[in-house]
């Protein structure tokens, strides 16, 4: 493996000197933490012959619209039905949130893993699966009455089909969240990719309009983009936190 002593002492010294950082949170973290990434090559290749469909299609706003009995399935099993314990990581950057050094958190995982940890400031551009709502009354319902509900999740009041809080295939971000993920990355002083790579659409959009020399990616993966990060480091952010702060 290549010496990486160098980068993770200029990255501590770094950190050392910021007020104004912002990690944004990619499906790395999610990974560590025990889930998995329904979009990796050969999970795809998995859920296309479990499913006869891209997990795209299964996840789409078109599919939940018109099979909804079979969205839920596929919902309740592959993205609420794995064990997932947020990994140390999660704890360090707690420590680094609670010294005032970090401005915003962003992530792209709809997993609750930033709050179960106590992380605060965290924009979710993807949504929550906590965040069930009846589309009609608009109460909210947890992850547990979701994942426990026989075929599609009612509500226990109007009987209206509940709405999982993630955003699908095909919908928009929230603009509003939008604008403040690209002004929070635009002040930033420093940038923490974590678990992602240069190539992810959050990275590009939250990226775009900084002006600064200081995008520090941590990822496991090697990944073509990585030249557009200023500093590099390859191993499980896990492993690499505690070294850098
Ligand atoms: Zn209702």
Same mark, same amino acid.
């Given at each position: 493996?290549?010496?990486?002593?160098?980068?993770?002492?200029?990255?501590?010294?770094?950190?050392?000197?910021?007020?104004h950082i912002v990690v944004l949170l990619g499906i790395g973290t999610v990974i560590e933490?025990?889930?998995?990434?329904?979009?990796?090559?050969?999970?795809?290749?998995?859920?296309?012959?479990?499913?006869?469909?891209?997990?795209?299609?299964?996840?789409?706003?078109?599919?939940?619209?018109?099979?909804?009995?079979?969205?839920?399935?596929?919902?309740?099993?592959?993205?609420?039905?794995?064990?997932?314990?947020? #990994?140390?990581?999660?704890?360090?950057?707690?420590?680094?949130?609670?010294?005032?050094?970090?401005?915003?958190?962003?992530?792209?995982?709809?997993?609750?893993?930033?709050?179960?940890?106590?992380?605060?400031?965290?924009?979710?551009?993807?949504?929550?699966?906590?965040?069930?709502?009846?589309?009609?009354?608009?109460? #909210?319902?947890?992850?547990?009455?979701?994942?426990?509900?026989?075929?599609?999740?009612?509500?226990?009041?109007?009987?209206?089909?509940?709405?999982?809080?993630?955003?699908?295939?095909?919908?928009?971000?929230?603009?509003?969240?939008?604008?403040?993920?690209?002004?929070?990355?635009?002040?930033?002083?420093?940038?923490?990719?974590?678990?992602?790579?240069?190539?992810?659409?959050?990275?590009?959009?939250?990226?775009?309009?900084?002006?600064?020399?200081?995008?520090?990616?941590?990822?496991?993966?090697?990944?073509?983009?990585?030249?557009? #990060?200023?500093?590099?480091?390859?191993?499980?952010?896990?492993?690499?936190?505690?070294?850098?702060?």
């Open positions: 493996m290549i010496d990486q002593s160098g980068t993770i002492a200029k990255v501590k010294e770094m950190i050392g000197e910021s007020s933490s025990g889930g998995e990434n329904i979009w990796s090559s050969r999970e795809c290749y998995r859920i296309e012959e479990l499913y006869h469909k891209s997990p795209d299609e299964m996840m789409s706003v078109g599919y939940y619209s018109a099979r909804r009995d079979k969205f839920f399935d596929f919902y309740k099993r592959e993205i609420l039905g794995r064990e997932m314990k947020p #990994a140390s990581l999660f704890k360090d950057l707690r420590r680094l949130q609670k010294t005032g050094r970090i401005r915003k958190m962003i992530t792209q995982n709809y997993f609750d893993l930033h709050s179960e940890a106590g992380l605060k400031d965290v924009i979710e551009l993807y949504g929550n699966v906590k965040n069930n709502i009846c589309p009609r009354c608009g109460k #909210a319902f947890s992850v547990e009455y979701v994942k426990n509900a026989k075929g599609v999740p009612l509500c226990d009041e109007c009987k209206s089909g509940i709405r999982p809080g993630i955003m699908l295939f095909g919908e928009k971000i929230n603009n509003d969240l939008m604008t403040e993920a690209v002004n929070a990355c635009e002040k930033a002083d420093l940038i923490l990719v974590l678990g992602t790579n240069m190539y992810d659409n959050m990275v590009k959009f939250c990226t775009g309009n900084y002006k600064g020399d200081r995008v520090v990616l941590i990822t496991k993966e090697e990944h073509y983009t990585d030249r557009f #990060a200023d500093y590099v480091i390859h191993d499980e952010v896990s492993n690499v936190l505690p070294l850098v702060m």
